[in-house]
Every structure is written in structure tokens, then in C-alpha cells.
């Protein structure tokens, strides 16, 4: 951040040396009396002085470069700002979009769900999904291991697990004998690119609305808010409700500033 605020100022020094060394070397040697030599170096510098004042203008203009993490705009560095319940809510709508019915079971310590997918004219699901937000940039097995126990509750041959980060070489391996579909954060974004535009926008929407960074309290289901260990000093994410609820986020990749 602070290298793109300071890119301006740096332009328009630059282009008023250049008129400068330049102009004034000209202006000096072009005259043949002292008082016009003097006047005409003057006019240098107030040309390159107005040509700086100008290019500042055209600058500010501007305004400063395009953060990557633009919310107006799809990008992985957007998907892994999502919390953790905007996340589950993008990939529901997401399937939502291609045609799928969703049922939906709370289960487990960080309030994910077991998303059940229904496919037109069923009666019941035939897949499980599960997300995994911005808490985890790189799933491990035990995410997949979790999904397949989910599976066998639910009684449905296959199951999906979404991640806005990546997966590790072993949590693939397992993947594939068991029927569970991977789907990290760029494949998301491919496939979000693959639909129609107005669904691709109306997904957009949905997860930037309001305060999609903030992460929700899994136990109490309203936005957490940044904290400070007394003992080591770390930031960390709390609920609102403490001390009678004490579920906090450590170590999350948004964690608080």
C-alpha cells in the first residue's frame, strides 16, 4: 500500500527533473545576453513546474492501483477474504444455480454444514457437501475423512468438499477411492466462470453483500470481533457474547489487523 500512495509523488519529481535537465541547459545556451539567458531558464522552470502540477492532477485522478483483492471482481484472493459462513453460502448458491435442491444439517465444533444436494426430481440427496473457508489454506485428510463418515450417516454414494485453498497430496489420494469430489478455490472460480453472466454477478453479490469478512460466531450466529490475548499477545476473533460463549478463531488467514 505504501509503495503504490508513494508511485505519484515519484512521477511528478521525476518529470519536472527531466524538464529541467532538459530545458534549462537549452534555455542557457540560446540567449546571448545574461538577462535572457536568466528569462528564459525562468520559463523552464515554470513550464516543468506546471507540467508537475498537471501529471499530480491526472495522478490523483486516477486514484491509486487496483487491489487484487477488489470485491468487485472475482479473484482468489477475494474467495479466501470470504468468511467462513459467506463461503458455505456462495457454494450452496452455487449449486443452487446449476439446478440442485439443498437441505442443510449443522454439524461439528466450527459450525459446518453437511449440505445435502438433491438433483431435479429426486427425493433425496444423492450427494454431501462440505466448505472450508477461509480458517484453511490447505486441506489435510481429515477434512475428507470427516465428509466420508458424513456420507455414510447420510446414506448417499457421493460427496463434494469445497475449498477456497488447496489440498494435499494425501487428502487427493483418498479422495479417489472413495467417490468424494475436490474442488479448490481456483477450480471454484472456474467453474463459477462457466455460468450463464447474470449467475456469475448474482453470485458476486451475494458474497460481498455487507460484511462478508467477518467471521460469524459458530455457537451464537452473529459476527464476531477482534481481540487481543492478554497472555501473548495475539489477534485473534471472539464472540460478542463473552464470557457465556467462548468460541474464537486463531490463526485464520483474515486474521484481525
Known amino acids: 500500500m505504501r509503495e503504490r500512495l508513494g508511485s505519484g509523488p515519484r512521477i511528478v519529481r521525476a518529470l519536472f527533473a527531466a524538464i529541467l535537465a532538459l530545458g534549462v541547459p537549452i534555455a542557457i545556451a540560446l540567449p546571448t ?46 474467495l479466501r477474504r470470504l468468511e467462513w459462513r459467506r463461503f458455505e453460502e456462495l457454494c450452496t448458491a452455487y449449486y443452487e444455480a ?61 460427496g463434494v468438499l469445497l475449498a477456497c485453498g488447496t489440498f494435499t497430496s494425501e487428502a487427493k489420494e483418498f479422495s479417489r477411492g472413495e467417490n468424494i469430489e475436490l474442488i479448490d478455490g481456483g477450480e471454484l472460480l472456474r467453474k463459477i466462470g462457466a455460468l450463464a453472466p447474470e449467475h456469475g454477478q448474482a453470485l458476486l453479490k451475494l458474497a460481498t453483500a455487507g460484511d462478508f469478512s467477518t467471521p460469524t460466531c ?10 487481543t490475548s492478554s497472555t501473548e499477545g495475539r489477534k485473534f476473533w471472539g464472540c460478542l457474547n463473552y464470557p457465556r460463549c467462548k468460541r474464537t478463531f486463531f490463526g485464520a488467514s483474515n486474521a484481525p489487523a
Open 33 to 78: 545576453d545574461l538577462n535572457g539567458k536568466v528569462y528564459a531558464s525562468g520559463a523552464v522552470v515554470l513550464i516543468a513546474a506546471a507540467a508537475a502540477i498537471l501529471a499530480a492532477a491526472l495522478v490523483r485522478r486516477q486514484g491509486p492501483a487496483a487491489d487484487p483483492s477488489d470485491a468487485g471482481r472475482w479473484s482468489l484472493e477475494l
Open 98 to 158: 446449476l439446478g440442485f435442491t439443498t437441505t442443510q444439517a449443522r454439524s461439528g465444533t466450527d459450525g459446518g454444514a453437511d449440505i445435502g444436494l438433491v438433483a431435479g426430481g429426486a427425493d433425496k440427496p444423492s450427494s454431501v457437501l462440505q466448505c472450508k473457508g477461509w480458517s484453511v489454506h490447505t486441506v489435510g485428510i481429515k477434512p475428507v475423512r470427516e465428509l466420508r463418515a458424513a456420507m455414510a450417516v447420510a446414506g448417499v454414494p457421493q
Open 218 to 227: 459458530p455457537a451464537c450466529g452473529i459476527k464476531m470481533t477482534a481481540r
